[in-house]
């Protein structure tokens, strides 16, 4: 079971695209939020979510019922923050970087496709750094692990 501190039940109305959320407990960037309509006058209030999950980009869909015994959705608590890149390590993946603060940050790491390459962002962040570019790299923090989801050439230099 996953920890409290990192997922939060949010009602159906809360959700929004790209939002993240639990998908039959798989974490999942949403795709697709559709309110289903009531299929008799007092039947059950229903939402139907799709999503790819966060690490894998593999599909998820599944539709819950938003009346008897709900409780909420569960969906995982995320960070966004910004880094400048120092070092990448090429066998491993892992980054070293450095925050606005001055402080650095070691355990952020590239997600590597099915056959054990780099993913496109991956791909991009080690073109830039071999050629000696300057690159800034979005991190997201969600379910306890760190991904970098965006790469760009830092316009400060």
Do not use: W
Request: glycine share 8%; net charge negative; aromatic share 6%.
């Amino acid at each position: 079971m996953v920890s409290d501190d990192l997922i939060v039940k949010l009602q159906p109305d809360q959700l929004t695209k790209p939002g993240y959320a639990m998908i039959q407990n798989m974490p999942c960037k949403l795709t697709e939020i559709k309110h289903m309509p009531k299929a008799t006058a007092n039947g059950n209030k229903r939402v139907h979510l799709v999503g790819l999950h966060v690490f894998t980009g593999k599909k998820y869909e599944d539709t819950i019922n938003c009346t008897a015994g709900f409780h909420g959705i569960d969906c995982p608590v995320t960070s966004k923050a910004s880094y400048t890149l120092l070092d990448v390590d090429q066998s491993t993946g892992f980054l070293s970087l450095l925050a606005d603060s001055g402080d650095t940050k070691e355990d952020a790491s590239l997600n590597r496709s099915d056959d054990g390459s780099f993913d496109e962002i991956g791909d991009e962040l080690v073109k830039f750094f071999e050629a000696g570019e300057a690159v800034k790299v979005t991190v997201l923090s969600i379910m306890g692990k760190d991904i970098v989801i965006e790469v760009t050439k830092d316009a400060a230099e």
